[in-house]
């Protein structure tokens, strides 16, 4: 099923983190991680996901919306992780780190699903700096669900 919006946007991922949330609430980023969380690279908490990028630099994100939940098992992807995202504002934001808003959504307010695919994370260059990293965030209107990860990636 294909995408009913889609933004291909560049995020800074300082602290290999960036995060979705609702931008009206403007949640605290989570503090009590795991080695579970690190893991998993990625993080769901109230109105917020925390994303971890392979590269503490500049990533590319693809962020769409669905208008129902995606066939996930056929897309090419390293890693997948799947939360769920309260957005009682309807403002969805995808944040930097320690940068600002780089999307800016208005979506229907209420309970999003959302998949974390993670791509070519074998593609980093030795110091880690450089590579062919790529992200996609999908959404859709769904059931409030703890994070689990679909499909884990190992580093080699």
């Not at 995060?19 to 605290?28: F, H, L, R, S």
């Not at 990625?42 to 066939?71: I, W």
């Not at 780089?102 to 229907?108: A, D, E, R, Y």
Request: hydrophobic share 40%.
């Amino acid at each position: 099923m294909p995408s009913i919006r889609t933004e291909s946007i560049e995020v800074f991922a300082d602290y290999h983190q960036f995060y979705v949330q609702d931008g009206a609430v403007n949640p605290p980023a989570p503090v009590d991680w795991t080695d579970a969380d690190v893991a998993h690279r990625a993080k769901a908490a109230a109105n917020v996901v925390v994303v971890c990028p392979v590269r503490n630099m500049t990533v590319p994100v693809q962020v769409e919306l669905h208008d129902v939940a995606p066939q996930l098992q056929n897309r090419a992807a390293d890693h997948v992780v799947e939360c769920s995202l309260a957005l009682p504002s309807g403002h969805l934001q995808v944040h930097e780190c320690t940068g600002g808003a780089v999307l800016n959504w208005q979506l229907q307010p209420g309970q999003y699903e959302v998949a974390v695919l993670y791509s070519r994370l074998g593609s980093l260059s030795a110091d880690g700096l450089a590579g062919d990293d790529h992200y996609q965030v999908l959404l859709w209107r769904g059931a409030e669900r703890p994070l689990r990860v679909l499909q884990e990636w190992s580093e080699q």
